[in-house]
């Protein structure tokens, strides 16, 4: 079956621009994940979706940092006013939500601010 | 605050030998670990996982060692194979986390 995918694999901006980035998980899993990887580091953990509950936004670094999710499906992040520091490699994963069930990761965004 | 560390940061194996990874862990509420193995370009893959009323598990080729008191746990792989060449991370969940925290990475190397 299909896994998650992540839509631009790629993206280039300016400093000062807005992104939106955008995950499909997989059909039927109710839990959606964000990180960030920076290069040569693990993964920050940004934002986690269960179900119709709140998000745990906990790990969003800065306000500028936002994330949404309709219903149990596709997931944006947005960043805006982007910085350098911005640059890295945004994942995401999903999983049917429970404890201890297995997160499937997407191929990734590479974002390079300019 | 980096609540999993991880070492070393790059390994180089002969093919046929043993690869180890280590990781340490803080935060006593974690409750499952699960080991993640990465190739270049792609995401993330869910390696083998163990639960800490195990001090082992074994998969193939693959074995996690924990050890519940020192907040330790390692993944050994026997028989290293140049396909195993990729960056490892060991993982952990739990308390009223549903996110993992993640070391910092191993690459390993396995040369043919």
């Known amino acids: 079956g299909a896994g998650v995918s992540q839509s631009p694999s790629n993206k280039v901006t300016e400093k000062g621009k807005d992104v939106e980035l955008r995950c499909d998980p997989i059909s039927g899993h109710t839990a959606l994940y964000w990180y960030r990887q920076r290069l040569g580091q693990g993964l920050e953990f940004l934002i986690y979706f269960q179900g119709n509950s709140a998000p745990d936004k906990s790990g969003l670094p800065s306000d500028r940092f936002s994330a949404e999710r309709t219903g149990e499906s596709v997931s944006t992040l947005t960043i805006q006013r982007t910085q350098q520091e911005d640059s890295a490699v945004y994942l995401c994963?999903?999983?049917?939500?429970?404890?201890?069930?297995?997160?499937?990761f997407g191929p990734g965004t590479r974002l390079t601010v300019l | 605050q980096q609540q999993v560390k991880q070492s070393p940061q790059s390994l180089i194996v002969q093919k046929g030998g043993i690869s180890i990874i280590n990781c340490a862990y803080e935060n006593t509420a974690f409750d499952y670990f699960p080991w993640y193995q990465q190739f270049p370009g792609k995401g993330p893959a869910l390696l083998i996982a163990i639960r800490p009323d195990v001090s082992e598990k074994k998969e193939g080729r693959f074995t996690i060692s924990f050890n519940k008191s020192a907040k330790q746990f390692s993944l050994h792989i026997m028989d290293s194979q140049p396909g195993d060449s990729a960056t490892y991370f060991c993982?952990?969940?739990?308390?009223?986390?549903?996110?993992?925290?993640f070391g910092s990475g191993t690459q390993l190397t396995v040369l043919p």
């Open positions: 994963a999903s999983s049917l939500g429970t404890a201890y069930n297995e997160q499937f």
């Open positions: 993982a952990a969940r739990g308390g009223s986390a549903r996110q993992l925290t």
